[in-house]
């Protein structure tokens, strides 16, 4: 993602501006998947917890005391479509963008890079889903501590399922996948599936 000459470096806005490029719905919505992975993990990962109220703010109208009706939170899969662009007279989405650059690691900016620029995705085709795998393990013995298939040994997932991949490899009879998403109640996004149970092409 390149910068826009004459303003400041902002990952965001790199992102927002490449966003009207990708038509394709499944871009968009790999691209819309990543904003949201974004704001939860600025919420989870980071000590300050008023970043994204602070963003917000900045970002609807410049002022750090706001009204009342501004305090609702953003909805940031729809980011890319309020941004007024950085020619536009409402500097304060510029201000709120040199914000979250000043204040995000780099680790964490350099990870949404990687779910926002993804090029592989993962559709399940069995028409009975299929059971995401913490291994190769038989799926009865992994039931044994995972019952319910919550996470812990095994998630299931259901026919036209899409997940995006930061990586796949062929094991066996499987694919090791990594998601751009974390699944399943230990926020996991490492997993073995079945390879007959899915079909994996570009975005």
């Given at each position: 993602?390149?910068?826009?000459?004459?303003?400041?470096?902002?990952?965001?806005?790199?992102?927002?501006?490449?966003?009207?490029?990708?038509?394709a719905d499944q871009k968009q919505d790999a691209q819309q998947r990543a904003l949201q992975?974004?704001?939860?993990?600025?919420?989870?990962?980071?000590?300050?917890?008023?970043?994204?109220?602070?963003?917000?703010?900045?970002?609807?109208?410049?002022?750090?005391?706001?009204?009342?009706?501004?305090?609702?939170?953003?909805?940031?899969?729809?980011?890319?479509?309020?941004?007024?662009?950085?020619?536009?007279?409402?500097?304060?989405?510029?201000?709120?963008?040199?914000?979250?650059?000043?204040?995000?690691?780099?680790?964490?900016?350099?990870?949404?890079?990687?779910?926002?620029?993804v090029k592989t995705k993962l559709k399940v085709s069995n028409t009975s889903g299929t059971?995401?795998?913490?291994?190769?393990?038989?799926?009865?013995?992994?039931?044994?501590?995972?019952?319910?298939?919550?996470?812990?040994?095994?998630?299931?997932?259901?026919?036209?399922?899409?997940?995006?991949?930061?990586?796949?490899?062929?094991?066996?009879?499987?694919?090791?996948?990594?998601?751009?998403?974390?699944?399943?109640?230990?926020?996991?996004?490492?997993?073995?599936?079945?390879?007959?149970?899915?079909?994996?092409?570009?975005?």
């Amino acid at each position: 993602m390149a910068t826009t000459e004459n303003s400041a470096p902002s990952f965001l806005r790199d992102a927002f501006e490449s966003y009207a490029q990708y038509t394709a719905d499944q871009k968009q919505d790999a691209q819309q998947r990543a904003l949201q992975w974004l704001q939860t993990h600025i919420e989870s990962d980071l000590s300050d917890k008023t970043i994204l109220t602070q963003f917000a703010q900045k970002w609807r109208t410049g002022n750090n005391t706001p009204s009342e009706a501004d305090q609702s939170p953003l909805n940031w899969a729809n980011l890319p479509r309020s941004y007024k662009g950085n020619k536009s007279i409402n500097s304060h989405q510029e201000e709120a963008l040199k914000f979250l650059e000043e204040t995000i690691p780099q680790e964490l900016q350099d990870d949404f890079k990687a779910r926002w620029e993804v090029k592989t995705k993962l559709k399940v085709s069995n028409t009975s889903g299929t059971p995401l795998k913490v291994d190769e393990t038989d799926l009865k013995a992994l039931q044994e501590n995972d019952p319910n298939g919550e996470g812990k040994n095994w998630y299931q997932v259901n026919k036209g399922d899409v997940y995006y991949l930061l990586s796949s490899e062929e094991k066996d009879d499987h694919y090791r996948i990594v998601t751009t998403e974390e699944i399943g109640s230990d926020n996991r996004n490492t997993w073995y599936v079945s390879k007959e149970d899915v079909s994996i092409s570009g975005v």
